[in-house]
């Protein structure tokens, strides 16, 4: 079996002599090349599984080299040898089709995991001629336009380590893109680590991206590692970024830029190889104008965006994705399948959509458990402009009760709302199935709702 290649383009004879050497401790064979027109010529003349090249070089620019390796030798992973703190190439690089970058000097550690990643990438190619063709991310659903486009950037993006920036309103499916785009690329088998930002307490920020050495603070009983390194070879999902505080974007923004975290206590830095991905449904264009989130930390992490778009832009998606998920969902209660009526579809399909796909499946898993046969229908979806019609015994007023025994204590301001009507609920069907011996199907009788509905809400309530 023959050694894989790498070609190095650098007009430092030191830095060629460096990576010749290193790389060649890996098993790899190396060419090397001085500048533009020696790398034409070895690209004219040889295959290679990886190349590298500096930003500057005697006659023309790594940037020209990215771009004509992009054109001619698209399944080629090339990275950017960049001076120390040169973001704004590594961004312009990693635009271009970089694969990724490392800076000078060059810390051999980084570099020996940008090779294997960027290994394992070249061979996935060469493996998988047909991929291209290949549907990528089955479970996204959907055949609208916009739907295939969203997957063909997915793949696009799997194959780069630049960083991505996702975009689109709650509920469209953010995660789901980011675990895909790992899914899809080189990281595959290593661990993918979603955080989500807005969850951490901010004095607890720094202790949970970069852990923490015994004895550092109080409470510190043990060495702990932090999101970081535990996403050491794989991708870091940094969900709704917008609620970093300033203070942790001035601290993550070093970090991505030095690929290195410095736990709290530590009196050195550890290395790290992570993909870093991010999300938010807050418009962080905008926050960063009002001084919310810091310039230089947007362009590190919008270096490619891709937006997901809202559920009401795509068309009769809907109808597929509500099919899915109700055999999803008749499938885990042990039921026969329910679809939806024509009716029913089209209150979907005029309907807004404000919590996208996320509220598509707790409207069908309602409707699940509030229709009687085996077709939801309008009423089951209990739409805004489809709510249920409540029935009456003929002349008695709609919501009126004459019993004074049947009113429910008063709600306690301090107690919130949900749990209030939960608490009423889970009264009403434990005395319901104490009265019926717990027969569920007469407590169902008795309560005015189906069988179904009572699994249903056994289920919500925990009610066992």
Avoid: W
Wanted: proline content about 5%; hydrophobic content about 40%; charged content about 25%.
């Amino acid at each position: 079996m023959s050694k894989q290649s790498v070609l190095v383009v650098d007009d430092e004879r030191d830095i060629r002599e460096l990576l010749t050497i290193t790389l060649g401790r890996m098993d790899l064979e190396v060419d090397a090349a001085s500048n533009v027109a020696e790398a034409r010529q070895l690209l004219g003349e040889n295959a290679y599984d990886l190349c590298f090249t500096d930003m500057r070089l005697p006659d023309g620019s790594g940037q020209d080299l990215i771009e004509l390796i992009a054109e001619e030798h698209p399944d080629m992973p090339v990275a950017m040898i960049t001076a120390y703190g040169n973001v704004d190439a590594a961004v312009n690089a990693l635009k271009a089709g970089a694969f990724d970058f490392v800076s000078k000097p060059v810390d051999i550690k980084v570099l020996r995991n940008l090779v294997q990643t960027a290994l394992r990438l070249s061979e996935e190619r060469r493996n998988s001629e047909e991929s291209e063709s290949t549907p990528i991310g089955s479970r996204l659903i959907g055949s609208s336009t916009a739907m295939q486009q969203v997957r063909t950037t997915i793949g696009k993006l799997a194959r780069s380590q630049a960083p991505v920036y996702i975009s689109g309103e709650s509920g469209t499916g953010k995660e789901l893109a980011a675990r895909l785009i790992h899914e899809q690329g080189p990281r595959a088998g290593a661990p993918f680590v979603p955080v989500n930002c807005g969850a951490i307490p901010s004095e607890l920020m720094e202790s949970e991206f970069f852990g923490h050495k015994k004895g550092s603070f109080t409470g510190a009983h043990a060495d702990k590692e932090g999101l970081f390194q535990t996403a050491h070879g794989g991708t870091l999902f940094l969900d709704e970024v917008a609620e970093l505080p300033l203070h942790m974007q001035v601290k993550l923004l070093r970090v991505i830029q030095e690929k290195a975290v410095r736990p709290i206590g530590g009196r050195g830095e550890v290395s790290v190889d992570v993909r870093i991905l991010s999300a938010t449904h807050k418009n962080l264009a905008e926050l960063v104008e009002h001084g919310h989130f810091r310039q230089d930390l947007f362009y590190r992490i919008n270096v490619i965006e891709l937006q997901i778009p809202p559920l009401r832009d795509r068309g009769d998606d809907v109808r597929e994705l509500a099919d899915v998920i109700l055999e999803r969902l008749s499938r885990e209660n042990g039921e026969s399948r329910v679809s939806l009526s024509d009716e029913a579809y089209a209150a979907l399909r005029s309907y807004t959509f404000p919590g996208n796909v996320r509220e598509l499946e707790n409207i069908l898993e309602r409707a699940l458990a509030m229709c009687e046969g085996d077709t939801v229908q309008p009423d089951d979806l209990m739409l805004p402009d489809h709510a249920p019609r409540t029935q009456s015994a003929p002349g008695a007023p709609a919501a009126a009760s004459t019993s004074a025994e049947a009113a429910p204590p008063p709600h306690n301001s301090d107690q919130p709302l949900d749990d209030y009507i939960s608490n009423l609920e889970r009264e009403a069907i434990m005395k319901a199935l104490e009265e019926t011996r717990y027969n569920k199907t007469a407590a169902a009788r008795k309560l005015g709702i189906t069988f179904r509905a009572l699994r249903y809400k056994l289920k919500k309530l925990d009610i066992d």
